[in-house]
């Protein structure tokens, strides 16, 4: 892969360098706590429409704008025609859990571009706790829409390494910080008509609703209509064919060497190990967490996607979590990367 991209680190210099990037219409890549993302600034309608570009994103899937200080959601965002129990939830979720992976989806500024929003009302709005990233969105227009840093519908990236080796000859520089702690993208949350999770992320709804109740989740059927564009059935997905199973399924399955296994725990790896009976099981074996902890999990997911994806595999099998805390997220990512096996036929 082509390498024109220019590499920066994390130095003020650099990201100083990245920030005027962004101001000139230039799209930088840049590490969040979460993914990955490809930055562009949000008034710029040029800069948007390269973004749509550069991943292969249809319009109508809308961008998350990332801010890096409360004054910032006031210019992207009319929160004034809020009823004041929704206005209030927003506060409380802002006051647990801003900055950190949680994306709200809000009534837009006038002042926004419908090409960040797909020329919806609405606009979803992302506080970061990355200090890098920060310091980038402050540095440069205070508004930078960012999606994960791929190719629409392909595995997100964790590592700078993995933006340049899809996106390295086609985006102007990346910032290395380092693996992204998280690992899942932001749960996206909408308040309006009522507290709704569009996109199971970094944020459990368990930790939602322990500040302000019962949230919804969007099944992401194909019934319902899309709310959100990237509840699409197939996503996140390895170019390998891949399989997501339950532990029982995944652990009848026989083994074989040119294939991929990703286990959720230590424990489910070995009870298989002894099935399989093969002293030689070598490096298609990953487990997401030995102890089974569903955040070191997701911090791991996009990771070993990746790794297995690159071991010339004939297929990969992974094995669902706990519906709990990130276990949600995981599952969701790997459900829609299963689909995508059979929406590429
Ligand atoms: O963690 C993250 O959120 C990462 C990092 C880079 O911040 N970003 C990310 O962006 O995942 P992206 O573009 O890959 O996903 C944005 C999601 C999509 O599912 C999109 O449909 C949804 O947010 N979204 C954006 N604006 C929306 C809106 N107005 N209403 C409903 N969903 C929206
Ligand atoms: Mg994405």
């Known amino acids: 892969m082509s390498r024109s991209v220019i590499e920066l680190t994390n130095s003020p210099e650099d990201i100083a360098r990245a920030a005027e990037i962004l101001k000139n219409g230039g799209l930088?890549?840049?590490?969040?706590?979460?993914?990955?993302?490809?930055?562009?600034?949000?008034?710029?309608?040029?800069?948007?429409?390269?973004?749509?570009?550069?991943?292969?994103?249809?319009?109508?899937?809308?961008?998350?704008?990332?801010?890096?200080?409360?004054?910032t959601l006031e210019k992207t965002t009319s929160l004034d025609g809020l009823e004041p129990r929704n206005k209030e939830s927003l506060e409380k979720l802002i006051s647990s859990f801003w900055p950190g992976p949680l994306t709200f989806v809000l009534p837009k500024h006038p002042s926004l571009p419908g090409l960040a929003t797909a020329g919806l009302s609405t606009a979803a709005i992302r506080f970061t706790s990355n200090p890098i990233a920060r310091e980038l969105i402050t540095l440069s227009t205070g508004a930078v829409a960012a999606p994960s840093a791929n190719l629409f519908?392909?595995?997100?990236?964790?590592?700078?390494?993995?933006?340049?080796?899809?996106?390295?000859?086609?985006?102007?520089?990346?910032?290395?910080g380092g693996p992204c702690k998280i690992g899942v993208e932001s749960t996206v949350l909408e308040l309006v008509p009522v507290p709704r999770i569009l996109r199971p992320g970094g944020i459990s709804r368990e930790q939602l609703e322990a500040v302000i109740g019962p949230v919804a989740e969007a099944t992401g059927?194909?019934?319902?209509?899309?709310?959100?564009?990237?509840?699409?059935?197939?996503?996140?997905?390895?170019?390998?064919?891949?399989?997501?199973?339950?532990?029982?399924?995944?652990?009848?399955?026989?083994?074989?060497?040119?294939?991929?296994?990703?286990?959720?725990?230590?424990?489910?790896?070995?009870?298989?190990?002894?099935?399989?009976?093969?002293?030689?099981?070598?490096?298609?074996?990953?487990?997401?967490?030995?102890?089974?902890?569903?955040?070191?999990?997701?911090?791991?997911?996009?990771l070993y996607l990746h790794e297995l994806d690159k071991s010339g595999l004939t297929c990969i099998h992974t094995e669902m979590l706990p519906e709990t805390g990130l276990g949600t997220a995981v599952n969701d990512r790997l459900r829609r990367a299963a689909t995508s096996l059979f929406a590429r036929k």
Not at 235 to 242: G, N, R, S
Request: proline fraction near 7%; hydrophobic fraction near 35%; glycine fraction near 6%.
């Open 28 to 71: 930088s890549a840049f590490p969040t706590e979460t993914v990955y993302g490809l930055g562009a600034d949000a008034f710029n309608t040029q800069a948007l429409a390269r973004v749509f570009e550069v991943k292969g994103r249809p319009r109508f899937d809308p961008l998350i704008i990332h801010i890096a200080s409360l004054e």
């Open 221 to 302: 059927s194909r019934d319902e209509p899309v709310h959100s564009p990237g509840m699409l059935p197939s996503h996140y997905a390895p170019k390998t064919p891949l399989f997501f199973h339950n532990p029982e399924e995944m652990d009848s399955l026989p083994y074989r060497r040119k294939e991929g296994y990703l286990f959720f725990s230590g424990k489910n790896r070995d009870i298989w190990y002894n099935r399989a009976n093969d002293k030689q099981i070598t490096g298609n074996i990953l487990v997401l967490s030995e102890t089974g902890n569903t955040t070191e999990a997701a911090s791991n997911l996009y």
């Open 153 to 176: 519908g392909k595995l997100s990236p964790t590592r700078a390494e993995h933006v340049i080796e899809t996106l390295g000859n086609k985006i102007d520089c990346v910032i290395d």
